[in-house]
């Protein structure tokens, strides 16, 4: 696979570092000449010199025949527009560093669908710790879907049920269920459904309301 990492800084370098391990083809662009050097020294020809902003810096790169491109500079403008240039450019696939979570709209908006955000990820680390949360966002998937955890109450309308008994939203599937004592297993539709356990689910984003009136009820807090 041939990925270029457009930003040469720790995200970048660490990245690319990974991917050469696996023996993946890699090509760092960075715009700093000291960085550029400094990242050579380490990863030998794996980095070029330029702006990855600019499409003659991309095409130099050879972005049409990259499987993926991963902008993951500093600044969110840049990586949304090394997206949609390496897009232009017929470019596999675009994945983007998202460094303020207020812009993630924008990107989906602009058709850059697959984003990473840090705060967002450590956010729903801690998450997980709070009582007062019943849905748990884990990853941003394709086409607007998103891989959510819940954990069911006593009182949830689920219980007792099988997964093909749940009234689940349109597009939305139970992946893993992990019961109370920590044992992972596949569910299928006859697979019966208790208080304590915790589902990995698929689903649209705008139907996550009816999915945790679905699994949790309607009288449980909303998260945020």
Known sequence: MYVVVAGGGKVGFYLAQELLNANNEVLIIERDSARVNAIAEELGEAVMLGD???????????????????????????????????????????????????????????????????????????????????????LQLHSGLELVELRLPETSPAVGRSVREVLLPPESLIS????????????????????GDALVVVTRKENKDMLREALIGSTHGMDT
């Open 52 to 138: 990855s902003c600019e499409a003659t810096v991309l095409d130099a790169a050879g972005i049409g025949r990259a499987d993926l491109v991963a902008a993951v500079t500093g600044d969110d403008e840049d990586n949304l527009v090394i997206c949609e240039v390496a897009r232009q450019r017929g470019a596999g696939r675009a994945i983007a560093r998202i460094n303020n979570p207020k812009n993630e709209l924008l990107f989906k908006k602009r058709g850059i669908e697959t984003t990473i955000s840090a705060t967002t990820a450590i956010l729903a680390q801690i998450e997980q710790e709070l009582p007062t949360h019943d849905m748990i966002a884990l």
């Open 176 to 195: 893993l269920i992990v019961d109370p004592g920590g044992v992972p297993r596949i569910p299928g539709g006859d697979t019966r459904l208790h208080p």
